[in-house]
Structures are given as C-alpha cells and as structure tokens.
C-alpha cells in the first residue's frame, strides 16, 4: 500500500522542509534600530506598507491604496515574526501603515476591542 506524505507543509514531521520556516528566538529579537530580524519586508519598498499616508501627494488613487494594502497584507501573512511586529506596532501606536498585517485603523480598533476585554475581566 502507498502512503501519501505531504512534504514541506507546517506540521509536517519534516519542518525543514517547510517553504516557510519557523523562525528561531534570535529572530524575534527586535534590533536596536527597531527591525525584526527575519522580517519578510526586510528589503522591500517601505511605500508598499505606507500607502495610504502620503505627505506629497494631495490625493491618493484609492486603486493604488486598496491594491498596496493588500499586498503588504499579503507579505505579512506569510511573516514568521508577525505577531512580534504587530505587538510593537500596537505599544508604539504606529499611525500609519501596515503592521502585522493590519492597517492603522484596524490597529486602532483591535486596541479599543482588547481594552474593552481588560476593563470587563
């Protein structure tokens, strides 16, 4: 009888193999400059995750801005160090772009949901 092994998916019993590898502890370590080593925007164009805030444009094509956050959506998604990225986001109270995989305005209301939480618990 053949047995079916799926390789290089997470959980599998062979996470090397994995397209996306859990990250190690050194890399949720922030740097002194605030990068997260092991970040999957380490390289890209910072644009993409601030489209929506653009000082030197007056207007911006609403395509463009839906089209950019979904992308940086996207790359966070894959992110082995998202949550670390969207946790320092919420303590700084970021402003503008996406971080973790949430815009600042999701950022925003994530906060005011969990703060509701810790005043009922």
């Known amino acids: ?23 190690s502890p050194a890399a949720l370590v922030p740097s002194p400059d605030g990068d997260l080593h092991g970040a999957a925007c380490q390289g890209m164009n910072p644009d993409l995750f601030y489209a929506a805030h653009d000082p030197d444009e007056s ?12 992308r940086a959506k996207a790359v966070c998604a894959g992110c082995p160090v998202r949550e ?16 973790g995989g949430l815009t600042a305005e999701e950022r925003r209301q994530l906060k005011r949901r969990t703060g509701r939480k810790a005043v009922a618990a």
């Not at 079916?4 to 859990?22: D, K, M, Q």
């Not at 207007?59 to 950019?68: H, I, K, N, T």
């Not at 670390?84 to 971080?99: D, I, K, T």
């Open 59 to 70: 207007e911006l094509d609403p395509q463009w801005v839906e089209f950019a956050t979904r």
């Open 84 to 99: 670390m990225c969207l946790a320092l986001a919420l303590r700084r109270s970021e402003p503008h772009g996406v971080f």
């Open 1 to 23: 009888m053949t047995r079916i092994v799926r390789r290089g998916l997470r959980g599998t019993a062979r996470p090397h193999l994995s397209a996306n590898p859990i990250a």
